[in-house]
């Protein structure tokens, strides 16, 4: 029998089979859930934004979409963040490649003048440097999509003011302890609900379902044997250091 674990990670490798196939939905699901990692490892990277937003529509349009990069991606080999950054960084040394050859005319490379800038630091190689920033901007792309996923639900079930009244709650780590007393209380008001309610099983039920949402993002960007909660706790160390 099938693992829920299991069948999470095969829904995002599947999805990324169906996209080197050439699925357009399966194409659209990826750049949307890794659009936002992708352009804030550029910012952070000391791209402009202008650029930034530039070369992120270029990654995946050009590259991701029509040169069909998906279809090299192995889930035996690692986390799904790994080969995006792979891909991202050859993408943006090739995008570098073009455009100084282009400034020296004839689009050629200059292979001796390429080794001298990498010798002087001015060529781009975010591989050496920028792991941890992209861990940071890949780990807040999940937890963004955990939300989201997780406003989904409740919007469905018609409960959308009621994510909008909890979630504060349990997402903002600096909420005193009065403070939330009195937000249980006003929201118990609104609602018609005791405090106990609110309190234990409205915000236990919020607690839980948006673990379970996060579980969900981290295991469907993993490789086939690889341990989601190590993931995850790896993904929230580097959000406490960045």
């Known amino acids: 029998m099938q693992s829920h674990g299991d069948s999470f990670r095969t829904t995002r490798w599947s999805l990324i089979h169906q996209a080197a196939q050439g699925s357009a939905v399966a194409l659209e699901q990826i750049c949307t859930a890794y659009w936002s990692p992708v352009c804030s490892f550029l910012l ?3 791209h402009p934004e202008a650029s930034a937003k530039d070369i992120t529509q270029k990654f995946f349009y050009s590259k991701v979409l029509r ?17 995006i950054l792979q891909c991202l960084n050859r993408f943006v040394k ?5 455009e100084q050859a282009l400034k020296r005319g004839g ?3 200059n292979l ?3 080794e001298a800038l990498v010798a002087q630091e001015i060529y781009p190689d975010f591989s050496l440097t920028c792991d941890k920033e992209w861990d940071a901007d890949w780990a807040r792309g ?3 999509n955990a939300i989201k996923r997780l406003r989904d639900e409740y919007n469905l079930a018609g409960n959308g003011l009621h994510f909008e009244r909890l979630a504060p709650l349990v997402l903002n780590p600096n909420v005193s302890p009065a403070d939330r007393d009195r937000a249980y209380a006003e929201i118990a008001r609104e609602f018609g609900a005791s405090v106990k309610t609110v309190g234990k099983t409205w915000i236990h039920r919020f607690r839980q379902r948006l673990r379970e949402c996060l579980r969900r993002e981290v295991a469907r960007t993993l490789g086939s044997g690889e341990d989601i909660e190590n993931e995850i706790r790896h993904l929230f ?6």
Do not use: C, H, M, Y
């Open 44 to 46: 952070r990277t000391g």
């Open 67 to 83: 040169e069909g990069w998906l279809a090299t991606a192995d889930l035996n080999k690692g986390q799904f963040r790994s080969f």
């Open 94 to 98: 090739d995008e570098w490649r073009r």
């Open 107 to 109: 689009g050629q490379p």
């Open 112 to 114: 001796q003048l390429e």
């Open 142 to 144: 999940i937890v963004d």
């Open 237 to 242: 160390e580097v959000l406490r250091g960045s």
